[in-house]
């Protein structure tokens, strides 16, 4: 297909999860802000696209419920909460194992607390924090329960709010389209990404609709591959062997089809081989063999919940990272004996399956969301039960093991520590409380593997040509992304990304990067769009003038333009700014004065882009040029401001 009509001010976004919904508010509001006469003599106001292949909003986001980590917010402050940018970023690095991108970590712990703030202008108050298994320091954001007992799932409460936001206030300018799949990312002959192929769906006559979408930018927000097992199945080619037999937490939609499209035209992968089993999936006792689990929250353990194996003995520090205690359920709580009348095929069926019991109390209950217990009771995935005694009677462990374990935790929660690590208990229990049982088995839930991106929402390519094949076969990321670069008018956030996470991701971190990037990303391309004039550069290209090259660049030589910092990179030893468009581009060797907006130092430095031409959207300067860092470059933070000007 072709694109014919072109419109290249128009923004396409894939997927309609958390990350998709915040890009198109962050693209707009953007938009509005920085849209002005100048810009208009050049672009029409931008029309965003939002794509959904399914018929509902929302996709695996909408099914979150442990929160939003965030670090330094109000919310933590008005609760005497004491955190700190470093210790967040530790606990992230140190639960990747260390394979994530450093910059993207960085630009996701300093970006958490406006992004958990940023969601109140919807009335979403964030404002009940939990400490999830992993962290140092309670930071993990939800909304408090609600008065009236009812759920309050803070994935759907988010969701629910943006949807109605962009439904009603955004409708003149974003086009939302349901029951239609993205098939294919166009590019031009120039390699800049103009477009999208996609493939409609009419639900009543199950007619399809194919057809063309020109775009200026395409914001690849389409989810992970963790319930991927079609024929060009991610999970089966990078996670068969130890992924046999796992159930999921994912919908059906989670096919990598970002991943997929994102790699045809070029775009490297990182991390592919690592997906994440939760520890708690919730096993339906009136369906236990079903592939597909409901997720039993983090924030459950959070708020006091211990794990049992078979023998009702604790094995765990239930508040360790995700792989950690789905490790041990694994090592512990296998070969369970599990016997289910089928009935469809009207007989008993018996399988061995790995299963832990999953054990509240009321004072953990109300502390967490009694309206969302209640409702996960109401659907067979826990059992109330008053005392120890019908605790006893429901998981068939003798009464007299069940009180011992019990009296122990007690002990250990007043002496502050237990053998298995854990120095948090949130509440002790008493035998005759009220309790709150589940059947939990590990369960596949995330993947962190995905699309190379910056830490500015650009999904990059390899500079050397790869073939897609080898792409998909480099499993891991080697340093900080020096032989990538951008691919022109392609974006991502959230799940179809990697990088961030490593090898294993921590509660929380998920919807914080669907927010942190997807504001990035929607950003970045509004900003790429309305900064850059196509048609004054490509004649500019012929000649050699000096206005010429100030369109070329952004910048000016004559005045000084604020770019934003973006990253220092230890692999290169070079800091990154931003330039105003991914489509500007400046020299290797061009010599431009830098001024400190606060000092107002100025220093005269060399780009240090490299000469294949790659390095679009960015000014790369080697700090071995400098004598000292007077400028303070390497202290600054992302999106802080310095002042540049050709010299």
Same mark, same amino acid.
């Given at each position: 297909?072709s694109l014919?009509n072109e419109?290249?001010d128009?923004?396409?976004?894939v997927?309609?999860?958390?990350a998709? +919904?915040t890009?198109?508010?962050?693209?707009y509001?953007t938009? !509005?802000k920085?849209?002005?006469d100048?810009?208009a003599?050049?672009?029409?106001f931008?029309?965003?696209?939002?794509?959904?292949?399914e018929k509902?909003?929302?996709?695996?986001?909408?099914?979150?419920t442990s929160?939003?980590?965030?670090?330094?917010?109000?919310y933590q402050?008005?609760?005497?909460?004491e955190?700190s940018?470093e210790?967040?970023?530790k606990?992230t690095?140190?639960?990747?194992?260390n394979?994530?991108v450093?910059?993207?970590?960085?630009?996701?712990?300093h970006?958490?607390?406006?992004a958990v703030e #940023?969601y109140s202008?919807f009335? &979403?108050?964030?404002s009940?924090?939990?400490q999830c298994?992993g962290h140092e320091?309670?930071?993990?954001?939800r909304q408090?329960p609600?008065a009236?007992?009812?759920?309050s799932?803070v994935?759907?409460?988010i969701?629910?709010?943006l949807?109605?936001?962009?439904q009603?206030?955004?409708k003149d300018?974003?086009?939302?389209?349901?029951?239609?799949r993205v098939?294919?990312?166009?590019?031009?002959k120039e390699?800049?990404?103009v477009?999208v192929?996609?493939?409609?769906?009419n639900?009543?006559?199950?007619?399809?609709?194919?057809?063309?979408?020109?775009?200026?930018?395409?914001?690849?927000?389409?989810?992970g591959?963790?319930?991927d #097992?079609?024929d060009?199945?991610?999970?089966?080619?990078f996670?068969?062997?130890?992924?046999k037999?796992?159930?999921t937490?994912n919908?059906p939609w989670?096919?990598?089809d970002g991943?997929? =499209?994102g790699?045809a035209?070029g775009?490297?992968v990182?991390?592919m081989?690592?997906? %994440?089993v939760?520890?708690t999936g919730f096993?339906?006792l009136k369906d236990?063999f079903?592939?597909?689990?409901?997720?039993?929250?983090?924030?459950?353990r959070?708020?006091?919940?211990i &794990?049992?194996?078979?023998?009702g003995q604790r094995?765990?520090n239930? +508040?360790?990272t995700r792989d950690?205690?789905?490790?041990?359920i694994f090592k512990?709580?296998? *070969?369970?004996l =599990?016997?289910?009348?089928d009935? !469809?095929?009207?007989?008993e069926?018996?399988?061995?399956?790995?299963?832990?019991?999953l054990? =509240?109390?009321? !004072? @953990?209950?109300?502390?967490f969301?009694?309206g969302?217990?209640?409702?996960?009771?109401?659907i067979?995935n826990m059992?109330?039960?008053? @005392?120890?005694? %019908?605790v006893?009677?429901?998981?068939h462990i003798p009464?007299?093991t069940?009180?011992?374990?019990?009296?122990?935790?007690n002990e250990?929660?007043?002496k502050?520590y237990?053998?298995?690590?854990?120095k948090?208990f949130?509440?002790k229990?008493?035998e005759d409380?009220?309790f709150y049982?589940?059947?939990i088995?590990?369960s596949?839930?995330y993947?962190?593997?995905g699309l190379a991106?910056n830490s500015?929402?650009?999904?990059?390519t390899p500079r050397?040509?790869?073939d897609v094949?080898?792409?998909?076969?480099?499993a891991t990321t080697t340093?900080d992304q020096?032989?990538?670069k951008p691919?022109l008018g392609?974006?991502g956030?959230g799940?179809v990304?990697?990088g961030v996470h490593g090898?294993?991701?921590l509660?929380g971190?998920?919807?914080?990067?669907?927010?942190?990037?997807g504001?990035q990303?929607?950003?970045?391309?509004?900003?790429?769009l309305?900064y850059y004039?196509?048609s004054?550069?490509?004649?500019?290209?012929?000649?050699?003038?000096?206005e010429n090259?100030?369109?070329?660049?952004?910048?000016?030589s004559?005045?000084?333009?604020?770019?934003?910092f973006?990253?220092f990179h230890e692999?290169?030893?070079?800091?990154?700014?931003?330039?105003?468009s991914?489509?500007h581009?400046?020299e290797p060797?061009?010599a431009? +004065?830098l001024k400190?907006?606060t000092?107002?130092?100025t220093q005269?430095?060399?780009?240090? *882009?490299l000469d294949?031409?790659?390095?679009y959207?960015?000014?790369?300067?080697?700090m071995?040029?400098l004598?000292?860092?007077s400028?303070?470059?390497?202290n600054m933070?992302p999106g802080?401001t310095?002042e540049?000007?050709l010299a």
């Open positions: 297909m014919s419109r290249f128009s923004i396409v976004v997927g309609a999860g958390l998709g +919904l890009a198109v508010i962050e693209a509001q938009a !509005k920085i849209y002005n100048d810009i003599k050049i672009h029409s931008p029309k965003i696209y939002l794509i959904e292949k509902n909003i929302g996709g695996n986001s909408a099914k979150a929160g939003m980590n965030g670090a330094l917010t109000k402050k008005e609760l005497g909460i955190d940018l210790q967040f970023a606990d690095l140190k639960s990747g194992g394979l994530n450093p910059s993207l970590v960085n630009t996701l712990v970006d958490s607390k406006d #940023w202008q009335n &979403l108050i964030l009940a924090i939990s298994g320091i309670a930071r993990t954001h408090a609600r009236d007992g009812k759920p799932p994935g759907w409460n969701i629910s709010a949807k109605k936001f962009i009603e206030d955004l300018n974003v086009e939302v389209l349901l029951n239609t098939q294919k990312i166009i590019k031009n390699g800049k990404v477009g192929e996609y493939e409609t769906t639900l009543e006559t199950k007619e399809t609709k194919k057809d063309v979408l020109p775009a200026g930018a395409v914001i690849l927000t389409s989810g591959y963790a319930h #097992w079609t060009t199945s991610l999970l089966r080619r996670g068969e062997k130890t992924l037999d796992v159930p937490t919908g989670a096919t990598g991943v997929k =499209m790699t035209i775009a490297g990182v991390n081989d690592k997906i %994440q939760h520890p096993i339906n236990p079903n592939p597909t689990k409901f997720l039993a929250p983090e924030a459950l959070g708020y006091g919940g &794990l049992l194996n078979a023998e094995f765990v239930e +508040l360790s950690f205690v789905s490790e041990a512990n709580c296998s *070969n369970y =599990m016997k289910h009348y009935s !469809k095929e009207e007989k069926i018996e399988k061995k399956i790995v299963l832990s019991w054990i =509240m109390n009321e !004072k @953990g209950v109300n502390a969301d009694a969302s217990i209640h409702f996960y009771a109401k067979g059992k109330a039960v008053e @005392g120890i005694d %019908q006893s009677d429901f998981i009464v007299d069940l009180k011992a374990t019990l009296k122990k935790y250990d929660a007043d502050g237990d053998e298995f690590g854990k948090r949130p509440f229990f008493s409380d009220k049982v589940a059947a088995t590990p596949i839930h993947t962190m593997g991106v500015v929402g650009e999904i990059l050397k040509n790869v094949s080898t792409l998909l076969n480099t340093d020096i032989n990538l691919i392609l974006y956030a799940e990304t990697g090898k294993n991701r509660a971190n998920s919807l914080l990067e669907c927010a942190v990037f504001r990303a929607g950003r970045r391309a509004i900003e790429s309305l004039n196509d004054a550069v490509e004649k500019a290209k012929s000649e050699e003038k000096e090259k100030e369109l070329i660049t952004g910048l000016s004559t005045e000084f333009k604020s770019l934003t973006r990253e692999s290169d030893n070079c800091v990154y700014l931003n330039l105003k991914t489509y581009r400046v060797k061009q431009l +004065l400190n907006t000092t107002k130092i005269q430095v060399l780009c240090s *882009n294949d031409g790659g390095d959207g960015v000014i790369k300067i080697d071995k040029q004598n000292d860092d400028l303070g470059l390497k933070a802080d310095i540049v000007k």
